[in-house]
């Protein structure tokens, strides 16, 4: 497929990203899953490096990367100007761009530029689906250089379930967490409503016109304590508006889940395992050939299952 035109479509963020409530989301869900984002960019960051970082959000991320590569060596881009100035307010040497990434070919501020590094977590999912491939594409294509590496993370929401803090291994049907999980289909299968929970899981697909050698790795962690189970009770607070605009439930309802959602967060015996995510490194340079360049690190049984389906 050639880069020439883009599909356009208005990327509207379902939480509301303004809020103090998303943005203690976000605190929570990167004390969780930074160390094994960290742990795939450092060895992309070993030597002086351009960097670009789409949909950083609060900056817990990018602040991390700009103090590896410096930052006038980081670039940001995100589509609330919120979070943009705050990076600014941070990171007053860097480039941050207000944009959305769907856009990433019309922006001024990136016109003739190219980076090392590509790194974009948790924000394909709010994009339009038919523009995912292309974007990537995009991106891959037009902003990163020979030998960059392109680093996507996403999540799989379906694989959320509750289990006994004694054994790991056993799913527990708690209704509200049924509930919830319906709700998150209700939403993404709304008119017009640009959500895609379940995007991690075929993530690898998305990459599949792109001239790469691919690696995957997956991760999901457990939620144990009262302040990580407390995570989608805030999604539910910070989603609230945009769920009642759309009025895929009452507000008795989203505010009855809400509330069960919290006593499951007090309760000690419960545990979660949260949104599994699947991060792709793609890496320019290097032919994509199935049969050899083509490589993939199938570390846990889910993925195994997966690759041997084709997924
Ligand atoms: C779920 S948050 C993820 C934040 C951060 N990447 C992280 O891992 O903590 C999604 C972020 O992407 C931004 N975003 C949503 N749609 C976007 C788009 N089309 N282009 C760029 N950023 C977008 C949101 O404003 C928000 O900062």
């Known amino acids: ?17 303004e809020s103090s409530l998303e943005k203690e989301r976000l605190k929570r869900l990167n004390e969780l899953y930074n160390e094994n984002t960290i742990s795939l960019l450092k060895p992309c960051l070993q030597r002086p490096v351009r960097v670009l970082e789409i949909g950083p959000g609060t900056g817990e991320i990018g602040s991390w990367i700009a103090k590896q590569v410096g930052q006038i060596n980081y ?79 996403e999540c799989n929401v379906y694989k ?23 709700l998150t289909r209700d939403v993404q299968s709304l008119e017009g409503v640009h959500a895609d929970f379940e ?54 309802e989203l505010d009855q889940l809400t509330s069960r959602l919290a006593e499951v967060a007090i309760d000690p015996s419960l545990s979660v395992k949260y949104l599994k995510n699947r991060a792709i490194i793609a890496k320019k340079g290097e032919a994509h050939d199935e049969g050899n360049a083509y490589r993939e690190f199938l570390n846990d049984k889910d993925l195994q299952q997966e690759g041997a389906l084709g997924l």
């Open 1 to 17: 497929m050639s880069v020439t035109s883009t599909p356009t479509g208005s990327c509207r963020y379902i939480f509301n990203d």
């Open 75 to 153: 670039t940001a881009l995100d589509t609330s100007a919120e979070n943009i100035d705050t990076l600014r307010a941070m990171l007053p040497e860097a480039a941050c761009i207000s944009g959305s990434v769907t856009d990433v070919d019309k922006l001024d501020e990136l016109k003739g530029k190219k980076f090392d590094v590509i790194f974009i977590r948790w924000v394909l999912a709010y994009i339009p689906k038919e523009q995912v491939e292309f974007t990537l594409k995009l991106l891959f294509d037009k902003l990163l250089n020979e030998n960059g590496t392109l680093l996507c993370e």
């Open 160 to 182: 959320v379930h509750c289990i006994t803090n004694d054994d790991a291994r056993k799913r527990l049907d708690v209704k509200c967490y049924g509930e919830w999980l319906q």
């Open 199 to 252: 995007i991690g899981h075929g993530l690898k697909r998305h990459f599949a016109s792109l001239n790469a050698e691919i690696s995957v790795h997956t991760f999901q962690p457990i939620l144990d304590s009262q302040y990580q189970k407390e995570i989608p009770v805030l999604a539910m607070k910070a989603a609230k508006t945009f769920l009642l605009g759309k009025k895929v439930r009452n507000e008795d």
